[in-house]
């Protein structure tokens, strides 16, 4: 899945195209999970709108439209934007053509991502269960939420009420670098391990989001391009082989349904 550098990538580059030009056509696909707007009212509401600003929390990027209203998108597993084309055809779920020419696509074969209109004054109830943005949360409010959970620490970083933005990848990476074991307790964990977890948490975030994230499995940039970072992660998805630090051979247990990779002898 698509995590907060991939959703950041994906942001900028699509910003370039869409902010400030006008939708003038809307393609939607059938009616799916996909779709938590029905694709007829996405098209009527859609048509004609200038394009504000697009932002992003978490893993959700949100267009803010010039009648107020926004659009919010979340990539799920596979979603992929486009602003120069795609070699492949299927899978589409919807097309914006722009006043400058361009199209933009929303491609997903699994259709775990989600398309939402919210309307003038109104609300998205996703983005509203989200804590806060794992760029922008304080060393404060970050340990408080820490220190009310019993859950492992992996776990605590994937749950988005705490910390929106980090997934599976991220999580792996960044409590290696902190050295935290990701089954500890997240209440056990002390404030200053937790101000060294945040920092490792940015640090690797921003990392990635200048190597155009990670592509594992489906994810492209908006360009076509493929993501850099997976050539520099440390442990996520090296179960059994050497520690870069310490040489002792990484461990990969599950958690929470999610394979969990780190090692046994650097992080307590």
Not at 15 to 39: C, D, M
Not at 44 to 52: D, F, M, N, Q, T
Not at 253 to 261: E, F, M, N, Q
Request: proline share 5%; aromatic share 8%.
């Amino acid at each position: 899945m698509p995590e907060l550098p991939e959703v950041e990538v994906t942001r900028r580059q699509i910003a370039r195209v869409l902010v400030g030009r006008r939708i003038e056509t809307v393609w939607v696909a059938s009616p799916s999970y996909f779709f938590v707007t029905p694709p007829a009212q996405l098209k009527k509401v859609l048509l004609g709108r200038v394009v504000k600003e697009l932002g992003r929390t978490g893993k959700y990027l949100h267009a803010e439209l010039d009648d107020a209203s926004s659009l919010v998108v979340h990539l799920g597993m596979t979603g992929q934007w486009s602003a120069a084309g795609l070699s492949r055809s299927d899978h589409i779920q919807f097309r914006l053509g722009l006043d400058s020419g361009t199209e933009l696509v929303f491609r997903d074969v699994r259709k775990f991502g989600k398309v939402e209109w919210v309307r003038p004054g109104g609300s998205s109830a996703r983005l509203a269960r989200l804590g806060p943005d794992a760029l922008e949360i304080g060393l404060g409010p970050f340990y408080e939420r820490l220190q009310s959970r019993a859950i492992p620490m992996k776990s605590a970083l994937l749950d988005q009420s705490i910390l929106a933005g980090v997934g599976n990848i991220y999580a792996d990476e960044a409590l290696y670098q902190a050295r935290i074991v990701p089954t500890r307790r997240a209440r056990d964990v002390t404030r200053a391990e937790a101000a060294t977890l945040l920092r490792a948490i940015r640090s690797i975030l921003r990392a990635s989001i200048r190597g155009g994230g990670s592509t594992i499995n489906d994810y492209l940039q908006p360009d076509g391009e493929l993501g850099g970072f997976q050539n520099w992660h440390k442990v996520y998805g090296k179960g059994g082989a050497p520690c870069p630090r310490c040489k002792t051979v990484l461990s990969r247990v599950v958690l929470g349904g999610r394979s969990t990779h780190f090692c046994a002898r650097c992080q307590r």
